[in-house]
């Protein structure tokens, strides 16, 4: 006991104590002494040592504290300087400003709205667009030659395959520090953003893509060329890199008025029709069956690469009339999105999304008619090379 509470001991012994001046005190000193046994005198080759609870905090030195005020000082006037002058904000970007560019399709119009329309993601009076509810349009038509003739300016001459070889061993690795990630939003705006301040101290940006943007890599290259004015230079499965260009100055680069917050997304017509287009209701209810009861053509995951759907589909529709695809890990809302890319890029007809199973049917007079076009406009292409 006397070594558990030696940190508890006191410099001097105990005296005995008065029992006329403290009547409530045990008369007995066995029981004196054992109620103060963790205040025992310390030995004469011990040193005295009593630390507190908790240490006693430091004291800040006056002069730090009043250098960090100055700077907060600072910073305040320079962005009240700033807000008198720097808004709203004139970008001369040609294109209109989206939330995702890859993730929105420019022909489908929605017909509700979960947020008020003057609400812009911009904040209030930071930009000079108006905001639609959807997008923020430019004011101006874009001179096309114009642009094309300042992006081949920037970009120069084009790189060699050892500096491009050079390029992909500096990047290619998953460590990299000029990495950006693209999940399920696809192409953002704050993306671009994200993009010229790597460009600031570095040729390149390596983008990993994930989720159902990777469902259709081509229209993502295609985006990020045309609103960042880059060129991708190398791609791996879902790895780019995308290369600024060897004429790119930082101190010109394009101002990108960033979104402080994500918009709530419009409300669109509805996906799935209660009788498909060239079936009968007794014929669509006896394919969503068979389609339920069929074996799953692949499962996803959730933000998984799915580069091969498209083609693994159209493969199995040349035997089936009805594919199901297993997204029980995917989540609901990537569910519909992962049916809405398929619809267009294979082409198909989603039948049912029920417990995270998309039923799809190939659709014998839509499939006939697009693949129709396809051809005659492959057709017009070989004209027009021959001419």
């Not at 029981?31 to 040592?49: C, K, N, Q, T, V």
């Not at 081509?218 to 045309?226: T, Y």
């Not at 091969?308 to 695809?325: K, Q, Y």
């Amino acid at each position: 006991m006397l070594k558990l509470f030696s940190w508890r001991r006191t410099i001097h012994h105990p005296k005995p104590l008065n029992p006329a001046l403290f009547p409530h005190l045990p008369s007995s000193p066995f029981l004196f002494i054992s109620r103060f046994l963790g205040h025992s005198p310390p030995a004469e080759d011990e040193e005295m040592y009593d630390p507190p609870f908790s240490p006693t905090p430091k004291r800040k030195n006056k002069s730090k504290i009043s250098t960090k005020k100055n700077q907060t000082h600072k910073v305040a006037n320079k962005i009240n300087s700033d807000g008198a002058n720097g808004f709203p904000v004139n970008s001369e970007l040609p294109f209109d400003f989206m939330y995702s560019y890859s993730e929105t399709s420019p022909g489908v119009e929605p017909i509700g709205f979960r947020e008020p329309k003057r609400f812009s993601p911009f904040g209030p009076g930071r930009i000079d667009r108006k905001w639609t509810g959807t997008r923020a349009p430019a004011e101006q038509k874009p001179d096309l030659e114009k642009l094309a003739e300042e992006r081949e300016r920037v970009l120069g001459e084009p790189l060699s395959e050892e500096e491009v070889a050079e390029l992909v061993e500096k990047y290619r690795h998953s460590n990299c520090s000029r990495q950006i990630n693209l999940g399920k939003g696809g192409v953002t705006h704050n993306m671009l953003e994200d993009i010229h301040n790597h460009w600031r101290r570095a040729e390149a940006v390596r983008i990993k893509c994930l989720g159902v943007p990777t469902l259709d890599m081509d229209n993502i290259c295609f985006h990020l060329e045309d609103k960042s004015g880059g060129k991708i230079v190398y791609r791996h499965i879902n790895i780019l890199l995308l290369y600024r260009g060897r004429n790119y100055d930082p101190n010109e680069r394009p101002q990108v008025p960033v979104m402080l917050w994500k918009p709530h997304a419009p409300i669109y017509p509805k996906l799935v029709k209660d009788v498909a287009d060239g079936l009968t209701f007794e014929e669509t209810k006896e394919m969503r069956k068979r389609g339920l009861n069929s074996p799953p053509l692949m499962k996803f995951t959730r933000n998984g690469v799915y580069v091969n759907v498209v083609e693994r589909v159209r493969t199995a529709f040349e035997t089936e009339e009805v594919v199901r695809l297993d997204c029980t890990h995917v989540g609901t809302s990537d569910c519909k999105k992962i049916g809405v890319k398929l619809r267009d890029l294979v082409p198909c007809i989603p039948l049912l999304f029920k417990d995270e199973q998309i039923i799809l049917w190939k659709g014998y007079k839509e499939r006939e008619r697009n693949l129709r076009s396809s051809v005659e406009l492959s057709s017009q292409k070989r004209e027009g090379n021959k001419l």
